[in-house]
């Protein structure tokens, strides 16, 4: 892996002429799944004004920016049609992005899709397939001048959990995303509006995210903003044996480790509660910085 003169826990991005900073603390990326069937809150908000309702809410607990997806992504999951996408997230995105001031993030891997939400206000495209999926996501990306989080996957939602495999899961990743950033330079994105994220749970098995998160620091080293997306995921139900809707301590820890190890963005369901996590978990770290590098 490629080591990047920039310091540990350095954090600006810029988002279609926005200059997002997360250097004095992680920010909080709330999601809002306007689905038939994510993990977690799957139908919960389909109906247009429920969802809009939730994201409004989330800004009011404390989210710095909100991820607006309308396809799941859960191991096993059916990809969803573009006329279908966009039925889904058109009456919420516009109507969110008139009235919250924090930057929207669309979770999409459809250029179709991300130029009609960027159309209608948002500023982030998060591509779990970091632009491998539709070749023209880039040159969108690109003209809007969007931010744009590259993650990692191996395989695809449908097929990811079958049998992931690796040497050196951390280094893997590392070399993965470094690439994508290549690619993503090539076609005209800045390097500043590039995020990375690991993927957790992306064609991983537990001791895969395990190891991604324990070794999170390394991954700093791409000289990114990190993404990372642990809430309520299966890692999390295999170590405490619980189901999805009690997964939120197991998530509050797997969130303050991330932060002690240089995530920047935590991407989460419960946004009242990581705050205070993302928070605490901040502080204590950032002595630990300042005592390392003598600020
Ligand atoms: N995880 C999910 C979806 N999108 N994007 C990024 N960048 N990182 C993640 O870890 C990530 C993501 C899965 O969570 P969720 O959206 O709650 O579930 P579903 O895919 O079932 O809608």
Redesign the pocket.
Known sequence: MELSSSPLFRCRFWARGRLIDCRERPLIMG?V?V?A??????GRYLEPERAIAHALELVEQGADILDI?AE???PG?KPVSEEEELARLLPVVGPVARRVAVPISV?TMKSAVAQAALDAGASII?D?SALREDNRMASVVARSGAAV?L?HMQGTPLTMQDAPQYQDVVHEVGEFLQERVRVAVEAGISKLNILL?P????GKLLEHNLDLLNRLTELTELGRPL?V?P?RKSFIGQIVGRPVEQREWGTAAAVALAVERGARVL?V?DVAMMADVAKVAAAIASRNLSSQVGR
């Open positions: 999601v799944n689905t069937d994510s993990f977690y809150d799957g997806g799941s992504t859960r999951a979770d998060n779990i989080i993650m994220d993927g957790i749970g992306f993404v997306g809430s991407r369901h």
